[in-house]
């Protein structure tokens, strides 16, 4: 498989493992008790999350070249096809999607239980995974500003106030992406060493 297709095939499984998780936390919202604060713990609210995310990738379809978008749908189906006819492939690549999503969001729950302790984790849980595909609609590395503000309003639509939503979001980011960037940098620096030792 060519490092296209795996790209694609990466994509492709990381979208499926998305909104299959999506669609265990929305379930998981509907028929527990009191999961939500606010807006999430109806059945209306589920819908409007679901509406977003659907409305995000109609939006998506819509800007895009929609024939060169169906192209790549159908070569990283194929690519994703291929890919589970090997058992351990299969394994590997849906396991590390699942890996990501649950870590991002189980952070994201946590920062909020830990700066809302008086919460539930399911409603926050569908907030970071309703705002998400949202954010992607934006070319902003790492979703930077963008997912923040959609995060923050999913936390108020949650009934969170306004002072510990932000504070919630800011210690996801700190923890998810701007930690990360330190070691990264460091590691850069020395991969830029070693292939140009005369920088050295």
Same mark, same amino acid.
């Given at each position: 498989?060519?490092?296209?297709?795996?790209?694609?095939?990466?994509?492709?499984?990381?979208?499926?493992?998305?909104?299959?998780?999506?669609?265990?936390?929305?379930?998981?919202?509907?028929?527990?008790?009191?999961?939500?604060?606010?807006?999430?713990?109806?059945?209306?609210?589920?819908?409007?999350?679901?509406?977003?995310?659907?409305?995000?990738?109609?939006?998506? *379809?819509?800007?895009?070249?929609?024939?060169? *978008?169906?192209?790549?749908?159908?070569?990283?189906?194929?690519?994703?096809?291929?890919?589970?006819?090997?058992?351990?492939?299969?394994?590997?690549?849906?396991?590390?999607?699942?890996?990501?999503?649950?870590?991002?969001?189980?952070?994201?729950?946590?920062?909020?239980?830990?700066?809302?302790?008086?919460?539930?984790?399911?409603?926050?849980?569908?907030?970071?995974?309703?705002?998400?595909?949202?954010?992607?609609?934006?070319?902003?590395?790492?979703?930077?500003?963008?997912?923040?503000?959609?995060?923050?309003?999913?936390?108020?639509?949650?009934?969170?106030?306004?002072?510990?939503?932000?504070?919630?979001?800011?210690?996801?980011?700190?923890?998810?992406? *701007?930690?990360?960037?330190?070691?990264?940098?460091?590691?850069?620096?020395?991969?830029?060493?070693?292939?140009?030792?005369?920088?050295?």
């Amino acid at each position: 498989m060519s490092g296209t297709s795996s790209i694609r095939s990466v994509r492709a499984a990381g979208a499926l493992v998305h909104m299959f998780v999506f669609v265990l936390v929305a379930v998981g919202v509907l028929i527990a008790p009191h999961s939500g604060r606010g807006v999430f713990d109806t059945a209306a609210g589920v819908a409007g999350a679901l509406a977003v995310v659907l409305l995000a990738a109609g939006i998506a *379809w819509w800007r895009s070249d929609r024939r060169r *978008w169906a192209a790549q749908l159908r070569r990283g189906a194929r690519g994703l096809r291929d890919v589970l006819d090997s058992p351990a492939r299969a394994a590997r690549l849906l396991g590390g999607s699942a890996v990501v999503t649950l870590g991002y969001t189980v952070a994201f729950t946590g920062a909020t239980l830990t700066v809302i302790p008086h919460t539930a984790g399911l409603g926050a849980a569908l907030v970071y995974l309703a705002a998400l595909p949202v954010a992607s609609l934006l070319p902003v590395p790492g979703g930077v500003g963008v997912l923040d503000t959609l995060l923050v309003a999913g936390e108020l639509l949650d009934g969170a106030s306004i002072v510990p939503a932000i504070v919630a979001v800011l210690l996801f980011r700190l923890i998810t992406y *701007w930690i990360v960037i330190v070691p990264g940098f460091f590691a850069y620096r020395r991969l830029t060493r070693e292939q140009d030792p005369e920088t050295a």
